[in-house]
């Protein structure tokens, strides 16, 4: 049984560093083709891709997010994380992780966890 | 990047319907489209991937079509447990985009 959860700080300031980790279950990200990838969602509205990290440690990030983002993950721990730096307002939103299946050379989100919430408040 | 546009956004239907939810990609993306259903409160969950495969576990009632930028979800028979809102993705090239979202009311 495939299983994600993610985890965070919850509320945070402004100008600071997030740091989420994602721990999960049933597969592994040293398993070829494996990948997992972060998503968010501020309240009420769409979702926005924000990267993924890959078995091989290949890493791909949303340019809209330019150079904030950082993925990882520890194989040995079955987690991946992703850290914003210099978060606003703006960045508050519920954080999902996914692991992303692959099928020959396309891939997609497969399972997702529940997400976190994060609140960038003063 | 690839703009996903979907439509309607919001879609008011019967029990026992068939619902059609459209998405037009801004250029080819060669069916590497999927389709999520998301219930109010909670994550998003696969329906469909490479715009025609059913996701094991998904009900048949549940079908994607479409090619080259045009891409549809057809949901046949509403059930009130379909109440949602559905969700298109492009992953032929990063960045990686989603649709703005269908939302699904019955009616």
């Known amino acids: 049984q495939v299983t994600l959860k993610e985890s965070g700080p919850g509320i945070l300031q402004p100008s600071q560093t997030l740091s989420l980790t994602c721990t999960f279950s049933?597969?592994?990200?040293?398993?070829?083709?494996?990948?997992v990838g972060w998503i968010r969602q501020p309240s009420g509205k769409g979702l926005e891709w924000l990267a993924n990290?890959?078995?091989?440690?290949?890493?791909y990030y949303n340019p809209s997010l330019k150079n904030r983002l950082t993925i990882s993950k520890d194989t040995s721990n079955n987690q991946a994380f992703l850290k914003i730096t210099n978060v606003d307002t703006a960045d508050t939103a519920t954080y999902y992780c996914?692991?992303?299946?692959?099928?020959?050379?396309?891939?997609?989100?497969?399972?997702w966890g529940q997400g976190t919430l994060v609140t960038v408040s003063s | 990047d690839i703009r996903m546009t979907q439509s309607p956004a919001s879609l008011s239907a019967s029990l026992g319907e068939t619902v059609n939810i459209e998405c037009l990609a801004s250029?080819?993306?060669?069916?590497?489209l999927a389709w999520y259903q998301q219930k109010p409160g909670k994550s998003p969950q696969l329906l469909i991937y490479?715009?025609?495969s059913l996701q094991n576990g998904v009900p048949s009632r549940f079908s994607g079509s479409g090619s080259g930028t045009q891409y549809s979800l057809k949901i046949n028979s509403l059930q009130s447990e379909d109440v949602a809102t559905y969700f298109c993705?492009?992953?032929?090239?990063?960045?990686?985009?989603f649709g703005g979202g269908t939302k699904l009311e019955l009616k």
């Open positions: 996914a692991r992303i299946d692959t099928m020959g050379i396309t891939s997609w989100f497969a399972y």
């Open positions: 049933g597969f592994s990200l040293s398993t070829y083709g494996m990948g």
């Open positions: 990290i890959w078995w091989d440690d290949d890493k």
């Open positions: 250029e080819d993306i060669y069916s590497d």
């Open positions: 490479n715009a025609n």
């Open positions: 993705q492009q992953y032929n090239n990063y960045p990686w985009t």
